[in-house]
């Protein structure tokens, strides 16, 4: 019944048992923040992301060797932006220790449509799922040509040797060693983005610049060299947007960099400098989401009540971008989300009515006609019985018994997009 995708991580070799624990369903498959997706009507509706680059788009973080605990990073917020604005999907294809190099490889592999070796994309990459990836292309150009928004983090792998060596190596040295490392990033990066071009003309690509992640206290030292760097590495992401930019298929930076500065110890895990494992924090990850989303939405929205602070506040739920505001409250039933029937039928503008004889209510929407009976594990759609997991109740709320009706069965029945976050304890609703 429901269409998720899941996705997986990357990062240094010694924290990959979640990735192996997870690869069983797909490579570049994403369960965007755990939610449950229920999608009907026209796919030409859907908003469709497609990210591609390192671990930053993979979500990982360090030590995640936990089968429970599933990748929620800058990709899976964006998601749920999108779903603020309707029906949208993720596609993730974040690969473990990739570098430009790498992206550019893999990126011409997509362009021709033709499946790549392991090696032919990077050799040594210490992703699980890399041979996966490596048969992916051919899909990956559709869904690359369907895309609404394209997302690109890439180049943490380009300088992190110079995050290890900075404080051995002379100002000389440093900068000979960065010049290099930029003109090998603009020249990978140009042609990737020309690569994603060919596919796809016209959508929206987002290029993050390289977040310099090391706190003043653990590189006392070199910090102010790496600042300087990360400024440049800015100025050449901004150069190679500019140079493929078009006004009607827009390059643009994601700026990142400026959000970490000054602030790198709350929004990085510092693992130990030796091992240069400086992946985001989930603050980290909301900061880079945050920024995708004001750079391409204009806005980052989060719920009025945040499941992080309140894990006793009510579900939010979001209808058409509006968070509904109601004194019924939502309700959490067998893994499933009711709502009370006025809500939904105002919520969306549909037309309804309830039969006590029969305890079901009969609601009609889009030129469907729907009936819900209370303690039926059936729903007639048109006519036809359709079974549904959990069915439909009457709550007290006050003096009064009120309807309350599955979000997932009505998704099925007027064809409604129903997403539920478990990380923002929200559920969008689009119909």
Known sequence: MLNTWKKVAAAASGSLLLFSLLISTGAGSA???EAAAVTQGSEADVFRIVALGDSITAGYEPGMTDPNVKPYGYAERLLEQGWYHGRSALFNYGILGLTSTGLQNYTAAI???????????????PDPRISRFAGLPPQIKTELAEADLITLTIGGNDVSSLLLTAKDLSDDEFKAKLDEVLASYSSNVKAALENIRTVNPQATILLA???QPAPRIAVSSSYDK??????????TAESVAASVNQVNAPVKVAHVAEKFAGVEGSLTHIIGVGKADFHPTQLGYETIARVFAEAYWGEYRTPSVSAWTAASAPMTIVVKGV???TPNKPILKNGQNFLALKDILNAVGAAGKWDNKTSSATIIYGGRTVVITIGSKTIKVDGKAVAIDTPAFLQKVGKEEKTYLPLGA?????GF???YSSKLRTAFINP
């Open 209 to 211: 610049d390289q977040y």
């Open 226 to 235: 790496l600042m300087s760097a990360a400024q440049q590495f800015t100025a």
């Open 410 to 414: 009505l998704a099925t029945g007027l």
């Open 417 to 419: 997009d129903v997403n």
């Open 323 to 325: 968070e509904l505001n």
């Open 111 to 125: 362009k021709d449509g033709a499946a790549i070796t392991a090696d032919g994309i990077q050799a040594g990459l």
């Open 31 to 33: 369960s965007a923040a």
